[in-house]
């Protein structure tokens, strides 16, 4: 039998497993560069290089050890757990919105793979260079695996073609460390989230993939451990003018978040999940979780936060709206409010704390 992905111990041999499966397949809505769809990256390399985890050792050793350890070898695939999908009899506006799901799911997943092998490959740290090795390994088995319930519908995310056709947009190391530590850490909110709501109510689970979410998002939850070690390596990227930074990239991601997820109406309807319920939820989650290492987190429970997100929500749906039907003047008032419900949201005063000194965390959701 041929290998599949999720037993490749690297991200080049897990790519072109999953390459020869997909060669001229369509993949307009991965290549979307739009502020709400994932994106993919590039970056200072040699100053990411240039790292030093001496100081960090008693928190990376372990950290990279477990990595090492691969406890998620093989599990990326399909088993006897993988119940049949009736994709023909699915009810229409679920089946288009989960499939908008999976395929932004996947190439969110992608992007982290392109970025972690490319720093792989630029690099000449042996501590960098492995702990982006086995985080690009990670991510390359979890897209092959959303691209293999993707086929299963008879589409498919060409990674091949969307390594060297997609826009990359460059950002500073250290925003990079803030955008990627986020998502990492918020991936593990959201999968844990789900999964332990559908373990509730199995009735609500209505495809296979979300049995596979706990092992994965303890992958999720590693990469963004490793995120937090990186930045603790240079403490003046957790202080000062970078708080602000920390906190546009926390008011970004949320929203994002929030905004995306109120597009997709009948897929958390199917979940049984309410998109307000779900949206706190991992922001409580995500918020205890960056205390680790971020002074701030964001008033959640602040009325005003509140408003800010329905306002923002409504704006991106006049805007897509109003795209749609070619209205330009439209189109300007909503991109004002969007941006002004974004100032809104910026300017709710974030809550201060003093930073454990001990970093690492375990899953505990
Ligand atoms: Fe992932
Ligand atoms: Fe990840």
């Not at 599949?4 to 991200?11: I, L, M, R």
């Not at 999908?85 to 908008?100: A, C, G, R, T």
């Not at 088995?141 to 959303?146: L, P, Q, S, V, Y």
């Not at 960056?290 to 005003?304: A, S, W």
Request: glycine share 4%; with cysteine; net charge neutral.
């Amino acid at each position: 039998m041929n290998k599949h992905s999720a037993d490749a111990t690297t991200a080049e041999e897990a790519l072109a497993i999953q390459e020869t499966l997909d060669s001229g397949m369509a993949t307009e809505v991965a290549m979307k560069n739009t502020l709400l769809t994932p994106r993919f990256y590039t970056t200072d390399f040699d100053e990411l290089d240039a790292i030093d985890v001496s100081h960090i050792r008693s928190e990376w050793d372990p950290l990279i050890e477990r990595m090492l350890s691969d406890p998620n070898k093989g599990h990326f695939k399909k088993n006897d757990d993988w119940d049949q999908v009736d994709w023909d009899n699915m009810e229409p506006q679920l089946k288009k919105e989960f499939i908008d799901f999976l395929i932004s799911s996947c190439t969110a997943e992608f992007s982290g793979c392109v970025l972690y092998k490319e720093m792989k490959r630029r690099g000449s740290n042996k501590e960098i260079t492995q702990l982006f090795q086995l985080m690009a390994r990670d991510e390359a088995r979890h897209a092959g695996f959303i691209n293999d319930a993707l086929r299963e519908a008879g589409v498919a995310v060409n990674l091949g073609f969307l390594t060297q056709k997609k826009k990359y947009t460059y950002f500073r190391p250290k925003f990079i460390y803030y955008a990627t530590y986020l998502s990492e850490k918020i991936g593990y909110a959201r999968y844990i989230t789900i999964f332990r709501h559908l373990q509730e109510n199995p009735q609500h689970r209505f495809h296979p993939i979300f049995k596979w979410f706990e092992e994965w998002c303890n992958d999720e939850f590693a990469h963004g451990e490793a995120f937090a070690l990186l930045m603790k390596a240079d403490p003046k990227l957790t202080k000062g003018i970078n708080v602000w930074w920390i906190k546009f990239f926390l008011t970004a991601v949320y929203a994002t978040m929030y905004i995306r997820d109120h597009q997709r109406p009948a897929f958390h309807a199917a979940l049984g999940v309410d998109p307000d319920w779900y949206a706190h939820e991992v922001f409580t989650k995500t918020s205890k979780l960056t205390k680790q290492i971020f002074p701030i987190t964001l008033d959640i429970e602040n009325p005003r936060w509140k408003r800010g997100l329905a306002s923002i929500q409504k704006a991106n749906e006049d805007l897509a709206d109003a795209k749609s039907k070619g209205k330009k003047f439209a189109q300007l008032t909503s991109s004002i409010r969007a941006g002004m419900a974004f100032i809104m949201l910026f300017t709710v005063p974030s809550k201060k704390h003093s930073v454990p000194s001990v970093t690492s965390l375990e899953p505990a959701y």
